[in-house]
């Protein structure tokens, strides 16, 4: 018998990678990441790279909503200086929507805070690291089409389902 491992969509500067805007990463120690790949197939994606956006890119947050009402063109992801890059988070959103239907994903361990990521708590559009309660484009998109969006603080819950999966 087969061990199949099911998909699990992560943010990739969770696993190193140095895609976020300031060119950093996010890594989780290494003890987890391994445990993560022990029981999920990680299929890492920057949902900013995707939509077009450069490494290191200006810091952006939503005004006047959350993902939910960017999808919508109710409300904007700007950076400090004002300029809209709604459309690359909205794309980039697409392609990891279509990433998880290719792969049957209906798991994601995403960032949080973030404008794309974000699960739960967002920052608030006056770029001084105030959170609000919100979700980013990503996070948002992905929900709203059925999986269950944790972010790097709930990792446990996330490998307390894997259990109840096989």
């Known amino acids: ?7 699990l969509l992560i943010s990739a500067c969770l696993l190193g990678q140095p895609v976020r805007y300031d060119g ?13 790949a022990s029981h999920y197939q990680l299929l890492p994606v920057c949902p900013e790279c995707a939509g077009g956006l450069p490494v290191p890119r200006p810091a952006a947050e939503i005004i006047h ?9 109710q409300a904007r992801v700007v950076t400090a200086s004002g300029e809209d890059v709604s459309q690359p988070f909205r794309a980039g959103a697409e392609h990891t929507l279509q990433l998880a239907k290719q792969y049957g994903c ?35 998109l992905l929900q709203q089409h059925g999986l269950q969006v944790f972010n790097e603080n709930e ?4 490998l307390a389902l894997v259990t109840d999966m096989r």
């Open 1 to 7: 018998m087969t061990d199949h491992k099911p998909p």
């Open 24 to 36: 950093q990463s996010k890594s989780q120690n290494a003890a987890c990441l391994t445990q993560l």
């Open 155 to 158: 990792i446990d819950q996330l």
């Open 65 to 73: 909503g959350d993902g939910r009402q960017v999808l919508r063109g």
């Open 106 to 140: 209906q798991l994601a361990l995403l960032k949080a805070n973030s404008p794309s990521c974000g699960n739960h708590d967002i920052y608030d559009g006056s770029f001084s690291q105030q959170l609000r309660h919100g979700q980013g484009v990503t996070a948002a």
